[in-house]
């Protein structure tokens, strides 16, 4: 599977030298560097020229204003395994494609399976997908888990479980 994932969109022109306006949809910056390659919606591009307190990127053949104009509005993705390779995780910190898929405990009990993340205002949830037998039992069939201390103990990426606490409270009221 080589899914890739949106992480920054190119705006409108700046100035007379190819700049363009930089939007990121990531959560590291540090990715962004001269000389690397993304691919696009327009093909792959080079970074030829960065600068972050601005908001503007170049890149390498789209040095002037009209080839530029050409690039307004174009995706930036990465794949995997390029994601994990220029991306720095914290301990304790996990890709979202890591945690996509896992099954939510709370104690010996499965509540379900993790279907995607949300980020609304500045906190990530769990988007999870009831487990059968709770659906069955007049549950839910999908829940929101905010990805916080107060709910998610522990990420298990390598066994593909996340540990809750109070997640099944969460799953009544829905």
């Known amino acids: 599977m080589n899914e890739k994932f949106f992480i920054a969109q190119i705006g409108r022109t700046v100035g007379l030298w190819g ?11 540090e990715q962004f560097q ?29 040095e002037s204003i009209d080839a530029a104009k050409k690039l307004t509005n174009t995706k930036l993705y990465a794949d995997e395994a390029q994601t994990k390779e220029l991306c720095n995780l914290e301990e304790g910190q996990h890709f979202w494609f890591d945690v996509i898929g896992c099954t939510v405990k709370q104690g010996d009990e499965v509540l379900g ?28 069939k999908n829940f929101l888990i905010p990805y916080i201390d107060r709910y998610v103990i522990d990420t298990d990426v390598a066994k593909k479980i996340v540990h809750t606490r109070d997640a099944k409270d969460i799953l009544e009221a829905s």
Request: glycine fraction near 8%; charge should be negative.
């Open 34 to 62: 001269v000389g690397h390659t993304y691919q696009s919606n327009r093909g792959e591009l080079t970074i030829s020229d960065i600068n972050f307190k601005r908001g503007i990127v170049r890149f390498q053949g789209y």
């Open 19 to 29: 700049d363009l306006k930089f939007h990121l949809h990531t959560d590291f910056p």
């Open 113 to 140: 399976v993790v279907e995607d993340i949300q980020r609304l205002a500045d906190v990530d949830y769990l988007s999870v997908k009831t487990d059968e037998t709770l659906v069955g039992s007049g549950l839910a």
